[in-house]
Structures are given as C-alpha cells and as structure tokens.
C-alpha cells in the first residue's frame, strides 16, 4: 500500500467525522498497544489521564489533529506518514499495528499506524512546549487574515524553491508534498522556481491559488467518511503522484522528479 500524508483537507475532513461519531460521548476504556508511538508519558499514565473523560470535540490544527477532552486534557495527534483512525464495533482483538483505542459507548475508535512514525501527546490546557513541531509555526493558509498582503510580506523573508517555501510548515501550516503540487500547477509556476525569481503577478497568483485549491478539495472531500481517508482513497488529486500522465489542464505529460522521499509533479507547459 502507498501512504500519502494526510494534509489540511484531509484533516479537517478527518476532524468533522472525528466529532460527528464521537463528539460529546465518554471514553470509557482506554487502551494502548504501542507505547513507542506515545511520546512524553508512560502508556499507564496516558490511559489513566483519559478514562473517565468526555470527548468534547477534534479539531485539525495544520498537520496535527486535536482531541479536545473533558477537564481541559488534549490528545495530541500527528499521523506523519500512516497514522489512520478506523471505527469498529467494540470486540475487536488488536492487530500489531494498533497503537491506541478509544472506547465510547458500543464503538471503539482505533488508531494505527503502520510504519510507526507518528506521534501522540497527551497535554493539559494549551501547553504544546513538548509537542514536536507544533509551536513556531505559521498561520494557516486558509485564515481570513493571511491576506495577501500579509502573504506577500511573510513570503519575502524567505529563500529558496517555492516549494520548499509552501510546505514548510513557518511558512504556513497544514501544506504538505502533494497540495504544493496542486497549488504550483494552479499558479502555474515550476515548483523548483527560487522564490527571489517571482514577479508580484505570480505571488498573487500564488496566493489566489492556494485558497482556491485548498478550499476546492474541502469541498470536494465534504461527503467521505473516515475509513475512505484511512483506505488511501486520495485519486482526485490533478497532478501529484500523476508522472507521466496527462496535464488536466494542457493536455501535456506531467514530469516527475524524485529527491529524498519526496515526490515531485509538475507540467512542463502549464508550469514556467
Ligand atoms: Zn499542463
């Protein structure tokens, strides 16, 4: 199976469901399989401190997720590559890459994560100091105050390939390897383009065109239930993972290059 990192539509989408099913329900069994995955806190103590709790609501908050609990406590998710939450009837005997499980009422929500690499917190009030990744991070591109003024002042303190700019996460926070794919071709700017090189023009195409795809695949994702986003069903995406395909919007081959792990599409014709 090929795992693609959820970013902030998935999330956000993941959040929505999260608190539909679960929203408002006590947790009253708690369980943990991998304590390698659970980070800062003796698995006996994370389980101790969410038993008993009500699961207020899950919020996406850039590449992390957010279970809010009863007593100011937050479970802090960031699912990395193949972190995955799945919903079973409670009776379920746990599989080797089960990290956690939430029981709430006849259902158990379940989180697993096959190649081990994300990380969970647990943390009271708004204390994220331990939270890897999460404090110094940029706005998301979404908030109604990144303006593009804003955008454009935060965008020339920084050097570089655009989109390293886009998906590191100072800049702004939930864009990961695939939407800067989608954003660039948009844009249409070469995703190796050194951010220096970019015209005014093309900052604002930029910035028109994060918003727009951002806001185009929440939407289009609105209707998928969790286990769609947990079985890897991301085939919508217009570029990203499409090498040697066709340009939905020429007609021209998408080329693809490989640095790292890190994959990168883009269109020779629609991206200069
Ligand atoms: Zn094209």
Redesign the pocket.
Known sequence: MVFQMPELPELEIIAIRLTENFGDKVIQNVAVYNHLVIHGIEALEFEAGIIGKKLNSVKADGKFLLFNLSGGVKIVVNPMLAGRFWVYNAGRAPGKTDIFSLQMESTVLWYRDRKQMSRVYLIRGNDFSDVAGFEGRGPSPLDSELTLKEFTLRLKRRRGQIKNVLRNQSFVKGIGNAYADEIL?YAGIHPFRRRSTLSEVEVESLYQSMKKVLAKYLDLMTQRELSEFSSEKRNFLMIHGKGGGV?P????RISEVRANRFKTNY?Q???I
């Open positions: 071709l340009c919007l020429c007609g021209g269109c014709t629609c991206q």
